[in-house]
């Protein structure tokens, strides 16, 4: 790794969707500035941005990757971010540190609209961004293609950015083959070479229209916030190159509109003059942090979590972006003492003595602090923290249980640093089916949680459909005795219960309540009763929770030897038991709302969507600040919930995504109901138990 001699600080998340080549960027970036000497391929899973395990596994990025170089007199933490929507949670952290997003996308006009939530969230927190197109290599079928396909990209773009989509670049191509490109800012002409820096060449006669239009179009785009350039455009007069890289430097730190680049990773096209970019254009770090609500006038040291990791002999780093201030090694942050400072590149790390605005590096042993929170040496002077990435909501869930029953304490506290370091996990022991439940972003994300699980904590894990917290409850009213007598030796068991048990509203609960007289059922005894039921209805007729009924005790008789609250008890369990199955007890499963939201194109297949899963659509309407999007509201039956981010990401490009939340119990449909009974009578026997190890 290089020594800090350089004096700007830039930090620059690479973004983009799922194997769109963002680590191939990077790694190329990094062999460009001279990094690394040699680059690693995606096949052998031996870039930087490969480090994890995981990753390598899937050839896919299941965490960032944060890498140190310099270039151009500048030092550079590029964080590497996973593309998959499973781990988006992972680049929206990155995000919020970030002084400037590459989006990398492909050259497929259709595709582009997977952009479209990056995009937003880039929007939402005025995050700066460029981008370049990779994969250009294999854009162009054939000759015509090549205008054509670059013109279409630009207007695919401009569908899904609300910021003016600002080319710098145009291409040349030679058949179909791409060889070069002009700079629209200088109007050289260079051409590719494969792992090194272009050649300038002069400019190709037929693409000089082409070129001057899209200049021209730059320009204008430029001029909308400059009015000196305009006057300028409007005289017919050149403008100096100084004025224009000036205002493309202004207007992208101002997030006013979003340049593009392209070139093809692999192959470095493209890499080099991204790089000069970048040292011209991108934001000094005073710029972010102003729109974060700091001045830049103090020099308090304050940083932010972005992403915390636990290495594999279980020592903690957080890795930071420094907002403002430098921190010094052993520096106390919101009262802990960093243990260690280290700059990064992908699994390797320096030490570093200082590390000033703008830079991300990673402390050791932060305890106790977690991903987003704001660290400042002077707490009480902290005016507010930092906004934090909004967590992602739950969508899909395994049930799970180590491997080994002794492993459960064990299981929690892994499960406990791993949500640390990915909030976009979470857990809960479901009071109802006793099963433990991981929630996560997809079937990816959880299965990688579950590699983690076996691999870093040595818990291997089994896991099973979670099983859907059904109750149930009456549908007409009885009256029950319930005698429990029993003589055993000494003295005896006498209790007599006389219960009314009547069906109540949905939602109601339960209630219990007596209309004794007389004594009948002395009043130490009535406790012993309702325990009894209360008892009674943690497993009813059907199996489940009984809710929503209300029993009155109404009479009884006692012994004035025998009779013992316990001895109430069970006669009221008896009476339930009698009464309650004499009350046509019914099935209830959850209801949750959800809001399912996707682009206006899709929105008829979600209203299908969610009717074939037994939903009842409640409304839609377009969301708000989202041009294209739309929102419906429906109830849908929890089991029916399992899979639905799955189909929904197959429908919607996976853009498509849903919150939802517990809104009422509902009879379950008879035919149904008999299904759902009968496999609950199968599993207990032993059957249908779809247990998988992990
Ligand atoms: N033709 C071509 N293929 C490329 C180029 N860059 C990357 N690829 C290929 O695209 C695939 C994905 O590349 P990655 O760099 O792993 O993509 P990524 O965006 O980092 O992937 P995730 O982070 O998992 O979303 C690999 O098979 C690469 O070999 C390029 O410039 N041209």
């Excluded at 590029?78 to 492909?106: H, R």
């Excluded at 491997?403 to 299981?411: A, S, Y």
């Excluded at 039956?637 to 990401?649: F, G």
Aim: hydrophobic share 40%.
């Amino acid at each position: 790794m290089t020594n800090n001699v350089a004096s700007e600080n830039r930090n620059v998340a690479i973004v983009g969707p799922y194997l769109s080549g963002k680590t191939a960027l990077l790694e190329s970036l990094l062999f460009a500035t001279g990094t690394i000497t040699r680059k690693g391929t995606a096949k052998e899973g031996n870039r930087i941005g490969d480090s994890v395990a995981e990753a390598r596994d899937r050839n896919m990025s299941v965490e960032i990757n944060a890498a140190y170089t310099q270039y151009g007199g500048i030092n550079f933490t590029f964080l590497d971010c996973p593309g998959s929507v499973e781990f988006a949670q992972e680049t929206y952290n990155a995000l919020m540190g970030a002084g400037l997003a590459i989006v990398v996308c492909e050259p497929e006009p259709l595709r582009i609209l997977t952009l479209s939530p990056l995009f937003k969230f880039l929007d939402d927190w005025e995050i700066p961004h460029i981008v370049f197109i990779n994969k250009m290599d294999r854009a162009f079928s054939d000759e015509e293609g090549c205008n054509l396909n670059f013109l279409e990209l630009l207007n695919a773009l401009k569908t899904v950015s609300s910021r003016p989509i600002v080319p710098q670049e145009y291409p040349i191509a030679k058949g179909s083959e791409l060889i070069g490109f002009i700079d629209l800012v200088t109007e050289q002409a260079y051409n590719y070479h494969p792992g090194a820096a272009s050649d300038p060449v002069p400019m190709p006669e037929e693409l000089k229209d082409l070129e001057h239009a899209a200049r021209q179009e730059m320009l204008e785009q430029l001029s909308n916030f400059d009015d000196h350039l305009l006057e300028e455009l409007l005289e017919e007069i050149e403008p100096p190159t100084e004025e224009i890289v000036k205002d493309l430097k202004m207007e992208l730190g101002a997030d006013l509109i979003v340049p593009v680049f392209f070139g093809a990773a692999e192959l470095e096209y493209g890499v080099r003059s991204l790089l000069d970019a970048l040292v011209r254009e991108a934001p000094e770090p005073s710029l972010t942090a102003e729109r974060r609500g700091l001045k830049g006038t103090s020099d308090i040291p304050i940083a932010q979590v972005l992403k915390t990791f636990y290495t594999p002999q279980g020592g903690k780093l957080s890795l930071v972006r420094v907002w403002q201030g430098e921190l010094t090694e052993g520096i106390v942050l919101n009262g802990i003492r960093a243990a260690g400072m280290y700059r990064l590149l992908g699994q390797q790390t320096q030490g570093v003595q200082v590390a000033k605005t703008g830079e991300i590096v990673a402390l050791a042993r932060m305890e106790g602090i977690k991903t987003g929170d704001t660290l400042t040496a002077q707490p009480d002077r902290l005016k507010a923290p930092l906004p934090k990435a909004q967590v992602l909501p739950p969508v899909l869930a395994f049930a799970i249980a180590p491997e080994n029953r002794k492993d459960e304490v064990k299981l929690s506290a892994a499960l406990t640093k791993m949500i640390e370091e990915d909030p976009s996990l979470t857990w809960e022991q479901n009071t109802d089916t006793h099963q433990v439940i991981l929630w996560g972003q997809g079937e990816i994300h959880l299965k990688v949680t579950l590699d983690r699980l076996r691999r870093k904590y040595n818990l291997p894990i089994v896991t099973s459909p979670p099983q859907i917290p059904y109750k149930e409850t009456i549908r007409s009213n009885t009256n029950s005795h319930g005698r429990y007598k029993h003589q055993s030796g000494g003295h005896g068991q006498f209790g007599d219960v006389y219960l009314d048990i009547t069906p109540l509203p949905r939602g109601e609960g339960f209630n219990f309540s007596e209309t004794i007289v007389g004594g009948a059922v002395p009043k130490q005894y009535i406790p012993g009763v309702e325990m009894g039921v209360r008892e009674y209805l943690q497993q009813g007729p059907l199996g489940f929770p009984v809710v929503d009924v209300s029993v009155t005790l109404t009479n009884g008789s006692y012994h004035s030897v025998d009779s013992s609250e316990q001895a109430f008890k069970q006669a009221a369990r008896l009476a339930m038991q009698t009464g309650m199955a004499k009350c046509n007890p019914t099935l209830l499963e959850p209801i949750v709302t959800v809001e399912v939201c996707a682009p206006n194109d899709f929105t008829s297949q979600l209203f299908q969507l969610i009717t074939t899963r037994r939903g009842q659509i409640l409304g839609y309407e377009p969301v708000a600040d989202w041009k294209g999007w739309d929102q419906v509201s429906a109830y849908l039956p929890q089991a029916e919930m399992q899979d639905l981010i799955v189909e929904l990401r197959s429908l919607t490009m996976g853009v498509g995504y849903f919150n939802w939340k517990f809104d009422h119990l509902q009879e379950v449909p008879e035919q149904l109901a008999q299904r759902v009974l009968a496999t609950v009578a199968d599993d207990s026997n032993g059957g249908g138990n779809s247990k998988s190890k992990n």
